[in-house]
Structures are given as C-alpha cells and as structure tokens.
Nanobody
Framework: EVHLVESGGGTVQAGGSLRLSCAAS????????RGWFRQVPGKAREAISC????????TYGDSVKGRFTMSSDDAENTLYLQMNSLKPEDTAVYYC??????????????????WGQGTQVTVSS
C-alpha cells in the first residue's frame, strides 16, 4: 500500500526555520517526480519545489527561492524541505506529492499520483 506521510510542521516565529519530512512507503520515491506544495484555505494550491525523476532538475517557486531547499535521502525513501527565514505569509498546510510522469510540468501543475495528508506550518509575526 502506498503512503506519503509528512512531519515536521509546527509554529515558529518569523525569521525562524523548520524542516519538513515526507516519508514514502509502497513505492520508490526517486522513481517519481516529487515535490512540495502548500495551500491556504480559500486559495489555490501553490507548488513550492519539485524535482524530476530523470535528471534531478529542481524548481522552486518565486516566493521561496533562496529561503527553502528541497533534498532527499534515497536510502530512507524520504523527501525533505528545509525552510529558513520564514515569513507569516508562509503559513499554510504543506503537502508532499509524487507523479510517475517523466515530465516535471504535470506535477508542478498539481497533477500527482500520490499526496500526503499535509502538515500545518504557522509563522507568527
């Protein structure tokens, strides 16, 4: 059975850091395009960072470039999101996702085969 389980969310003051984890089971994470998304109630889901399965090319959304870094541990089948210099506008539910597509664009558009349950990140001012 396939699962994606996020962890590491919480409440932090502006300027602080958090590290999110996404543990995959039931499939090999690095065989898939994978990434992080976030969503605020009433707003569209936003792609934060995505990485392709073929060449490992990584993209970042403009709102997080230079502050967030995505990485992976293939041995642990886990994806990470290091979030630094957090701002109140980073407050959202963060999700990880995976897509079997060899192209990155479908995942960046939110078309994923698997989604995690989400973890809340709250940044206080």
């Amino acid at each position: 059975e396939v699962h994606l389980v996020e962890s590491g969310g919480g409440t932090v003051q502006a300027g602080g850091s958090l590290r999110l984890s996404c543990a995959a089971s039931g499939f090999l994470f690095d065989d898939y395009a994978r990434g992080w998304f976030r969503q605020v109630p009433g707003k569209a889901r936003e792609a934060i960072s995505c990485v392709g399965s073929s060449d490992g090319s990584t993209t970042y959304g403009d709102s997080v470039k230079g502050r967030f870094t995505m990485s992976s541990d293939d041995a642990e089948n886990t994806l990470y999101l290091q979030m630094n210099s957090l701002k109140p506008e980073d407050t959202a539910v963060y999700y990880c996702a995976a897509s079997i597509s060899t192209e990155l664009n479908p995942l960046m558009s939110g078309e994923a085969d698997y989604w995690g349950q989400g973890t809340q990140v709250t940044v206080s001012s």
